[in-house]
């Protein structure tokens, strides 16, 4: 709608047109409109762009206008053409189309089947050689937009090199044994329906503007190089398999479930894929894998019960599965998820793999996992079955019914990353502990929260402040190594008060224990602090011993501090030294010993 009049004075306008000349102002076909006067000097150019192939049985009506009726002589000031040369048109005398300007259209849309090997340029898709063959004149001929495509195994060359803007109405892939590649600078648009067994690689350096994709056994990837956000807007329909190869990203945004209907498979190799909601991925219940150097970025968008496969680093090391979106969600994310080898993954804020609402699986085949940065919760899920775990930076959660995998595999805490376990339980332990071998590697934290927690593998420290943040009760039940140390307080994830870490394994670690204001350490029957020097108690913060017999300190262990060490029988033995307050010369409240001090010796 062009306003209440409107002039044509020498400009040209370009008008696409489907092959069914009866819808007029339905959005189908193009259409010029004035509610006033159209007024036709000098000599306007309509250039038609076909869409498919036209149709010679009726008029296309081109403009419509409400003002004063043209007559005869308007035609004159009219000139109609095509991006196809296969069509020629007349303008239907104005003084007898009431309110518009029509045109008749004659020619037909040729029928081409790709060969290639035409000098000089046998791999050109363009509109001057002759790589095609007519099927419709039994000769070799050119391209025009408008003509219908094949591509079968009859081609003598498959690297297709497109140049320009090519518009067929159709493209149409039979190709079984042939596998054919799209590269060049050109756009390609129109219809893809890929019918055969073959594989179509399309790496052009503009992505497709396919108004429609059929993918029936075929496979179709998508390796384009441009470093651009690539979209395909159009629904997908079929069961064949999609891939994502280039060094970009790729961009589902149609919905390929209830407008589309995708039942096959997607494979990401490389780059990134993305997708605007769930229904995107096609059918849930179809495979989709991101592998080698490919990475599904879930980019603030529930997967849902898409199965989703995984392994390797992804694109650039960044993961196979990652959330980029700042925002990210809690209690959601990706339901279905299988390792099929070592594989890593990375959120720029949080997401889960959640068995929650809608139910979930993980399995982790025994492979290891790596967190890379940021938060990413194993939630309501049951047995992870991953072998190895390695947090490298940010927080790797365990919440719910849920197990760390492999029991007798290792879970490695770096400088700076946590672990957090919220209500975290398994079933087939005692007290439903969850169990793993526990490296803690310096500047880490265990963060505890909801309800109480209980941990029962083996813990080596290494490094110093690698903290028990206690948002509820932790109880470690798991023996307690290494030459680092321990600190007891408040998580970084949150803080909550008067909470307290309970020790009951065989600890022998040997580096400083410091227990914060308001929490305390509770030292079960049968455990200890191993060699632990020096043990340290902020002001309210706690030692309790009284469920041991005797708690004896050794050779070399200083008990420093203004906190309180509560009950039982505390033995200092030869070499260990008491001393309230610090070291450092200020003055602080002394210990309150609420137990007997016994053998208080070379203090």
Not at 115 to 144: E, I, K, L, M, Q
């Amino acid at each position: 709608t062009l306003g209440s009049s409107l002039t044509l004075n020498g400009n040209t306008n370009i008008i696409k047109l489907t092959g069914d000349p009866t819808q007029v102002n339905t959005g189908a076909n193009d259409l010029l409109y004035t509610s006033g006067n159209l007024t036709l000097q000098g000599l306007s150019t309509i250039q038609v762009v076909p869409l498919a192939a036209l149709s010679g049985s009726s008029p296309y009506t081109l403009i419509q206008y409400g003002g004063t009726q043209l007559g005869a002589g308007a035609a004159a000031n009219l000139h109609v053409t095509s991006s196809s040369a296969r069509y020629s048109f007349t303008v239907v005398d104005p003084s007898i189309t009431l309110g518009s300007i029509q045109v008749n259209v004659s020619g037909n849309a040729a029928n081409l089947s790709w060969r290639g090997g035409a000098a000089p340029n046998p791999s050109a898709w363009d509109h001057t050689t002759a790589n095609w063959f007519n099927t419709g004149t039994s000769v070799f001929d050119v391209f025009y937009n408008g003509d219908m495509t094949r591509f079968d195994d009859n081609g003598t060359v498959t690297a297709v090199n497109v140049i320009g803007g090519e518009q067929p109405v159709s493209i149409s892939m039979a190709n079984n044994d042939k596998s054919y590649v799209f590269s060049g600078d050109g756009l390609l648009t129109g219809p893809l329906d890929a019918e055969g067994i073959g594989a179509l690689t399309l790496s052009l350096s503009q992505a497709p503007a396919f108004s429609a994709i059929t993918l029936n056994s075929e496979t179709l990837a998508y390796t384009l190089s441009n470093g651009l956000v690539n979209t395909i807007s159009v629904p997908i329909t079929g069961s064949g398999t999609l891939i994502q190869g280039g060094t970009n990203t790729l961009v589902l945004a149609a919905d390929n479930t209830t407008v589309g209907n995708f039942t096959g498979t997607i494979v990401v190799t490389n780059g990134v894929l993305q997708y605007a909601t769930a229904n995107s991925l096609g059918l849930y219940t179809s495979s989709l894998y991101a592998t080698n150097g490919g990475t599904l970025d879930l980019h603030g968008v529930s997967a849902l019960l898409k199965n989703v496969l995984i392994s390797g680093d992804g694109y650039n090391g960044q993961g196979s599965l990652v959330d980029t979106s700042s925002s990210g969600f809690a209690n959601e994310g990706i339901h279905n998820l299988t390792l099929l080898g070592d594989a890593s993954v990375m959120a720029l804020n949080r997401f889960d793999i959640y068995g929650g609402a809608g139910g979930g699986t993980m399995t982790g085949n025994g492979h290891k996992f790596t967190l890379n940065s940021g938060i990413v919760l194993f939630n309501i899920i049951g047995d992870i079955g991953v072998g190895d775990i390695h947090v490298k930076a940010g927080r790797l959660g365990f919440q719910g019914p849920v197990t760390m995998g492999l029991a007798a595999n290792t879970i490695t805490v770096e400088s700076n990353a946590t672990v957090t376990f919220y209500s975290a339980t398994d079933a087939a332990n005692p007290n439903s502990s969850e169990d793993k071998v526990m490296v803690l590697n310096g500047n880490t934290q265990i963060d505890s929260a909801g309800s109480s927690n209980n941990f029962q593998g083996p813990i080596t420290l290494n490094g110093t402040n690698n903290l028990m943040g206690l948002r509820t009760d932790l109880h470690l039940w798991g023996g307690i190594s290494g030459t680092g140390s321990m600190a007891v307080g408040f998580s970084s994830v949150g803080s909550v008060s008067n909470n307290s870490l309970w020790l009951d394994g065989n600890n022998t670690y040997s580096g400083a224990t410091i227990i914060s204001n308001y929490h305390k350490v509770v030292v079960g029957a049968s455990s200890s602090l191993g060699s632990s020097s020096p043990i340290l108690l902020n002001s309210l913060g706690t030692l309790d011993v009284s469920a041991p017999s005797s708690f004896t300190l050794g050779a070399g262990q200083v008990v420093m501090g203004n906190g309180t060490v509560a009950g039982g029988n505390v033995a200092f033995g030869s070499g260990s030294t008491l001393a309230p307050g610090f070291l450092d010369g200020n003055t602080y409240r002394s210990e309150e010993h609420t137990s007997e001090l016994q053998s208080l010796t070379n203090l």
